[in-house]
């Protein structure tokens, strides 16, 4: 299994929210066990922001949503890609989470699972193989990006942990228009993992890599 104990995990968010979504639960864990963690997004999003909010909304709603879950302000690492164009940057994306890798030498890296159909997400869930193959890699879920999924890794999660993740992602006004960010579609998703477990909630993770824990 794996210790949440005194870690370094690294949380990979190809845009605003995607890590909030797929693993903002399980990060407060990591945290409450002295664990320390960054996140990483690769895109300040502006081509997805529409009017009325401007083009740097997206970066304000991460700052405060990760600032909920509990990041410190200091880990939170910003690129900007332009959305939809991250595989012409393949090689930029790799060279970067190599600098992350030798900088942060994380033990876990979360990104999205190897089944998530969005160009964006595939790019960096791809590279983040190439770098961190060192390292335990859990890819998490985006359900309406994915036609299969690997639940391979299971994580119990308390009834305070996803009200305080649904309560990060309401942050996102600018997002208020995606049924995935409603607070009853965010609990739903983790209710359903945690029916699977016999739990209330638990988020589910597929196992990319593992190391050094069994």
Known sequence: MINFKNKKVLVLSPHPEDGEIGCGATIQKFLENKSKCWYAVFTKA??????????????????????????????????????????????????????LKKKIKPDIVFCHSTHDNHQDHATITSEAIRAFKSCTILGYELPWNLFQFDST??????????????????????RSHRPYLQKER????????????EKKYAECFEVIRLINYL
């Open 153 to 174: 890794f299971y994580v119990e999660i308390s009834k305070q942990s996803a009200d305080k993740k649904a309560k990060a992602l309401s942050s996102y006004k600018s």
């Open 186 to 197: 965010i609990l739903q998703i983790m209710g359903h993992r945690g029916l699977q477990i």
């Open 46 to 99: 502006e081509k997805s922001t529409k009017p009325p909010y401007k083009s740097d909304e997206q970066v304000k709603e991460m700052l405060k949503s990760t600032s909920i879950i509990g990041f410190e302000k200091s880990k939170i690492l910003e690129k900007n890609w332009p959305v939809r164009t991250f595989s012409d940057h393949r090689q930029e994306i790799l060279d970067y989470m190599i600098s």
